[in-house]
Nanobody, 120 residues
Framework: VQLQACGGGLVQAGGSLRLSCAASGRTVSSYAMGWFRQAPGKEREFVAGISWSGGSTEYADSVKGRFTISRDNAKNTVYLQMNSLKPEDTAVYYC??????????????WGKGTLVTVSS
């Protein structure tokens, strides 16, 4: 499974971005998927996760109410809608997938990341 994240960029504080992560090589409709991020000088952290059906989602406290994870299994794609962005959201965002369910940092497949920069 190859994961390709896109949609990052430079945005002002308070703005919005939508990240996409397209999977190829195999259908991921039965995989748990999620987003993580790594800010400069910090360790990678969990952002949001979604079950294979989309019926269950989880968010880091720092993004609850501002970010929404969703998926379109017909398109083999997971999304992260980010609203009310803050400078502290600046990071490289990675998508991940796992056929056995949610595994946090132990997810089997990882994309290369897309950079989100939020200016104040």
């Amino acid at each position: 499974v190859q994961l390709q994240a896109c949609g990052g960029g430079l945005v002002q504080a308070g703005g919005s971005l939508r990240l996409s992560c397209a999977a190829s090589g195999r259908t991921v409709s039965s995989y748990a998927m999620g987003w993580f991020r790594q800010a400069p000088g910090k360790e990678r952290e969990f952002v949001a996760g979604i079950s294979w059906s989309g019926g269950s989602t989880e968010y880091a406290d720092s993004v609850k109410g501002r970010f929404t994870i969703s998926r379109d299994n017909a398109k083999n794609t997971v999304y992260l809608q980010m609203n009310s962005l803050k400078p502290e959201d600046t990071a490289v965002y990675y998508c991940a997938a796992d056929p056995e369910g949610w595994a946090g940092e132990g997810m089997d497949y990882w994309g290369k990341g897309t950079l989100v920069t939020v200016s104040s």
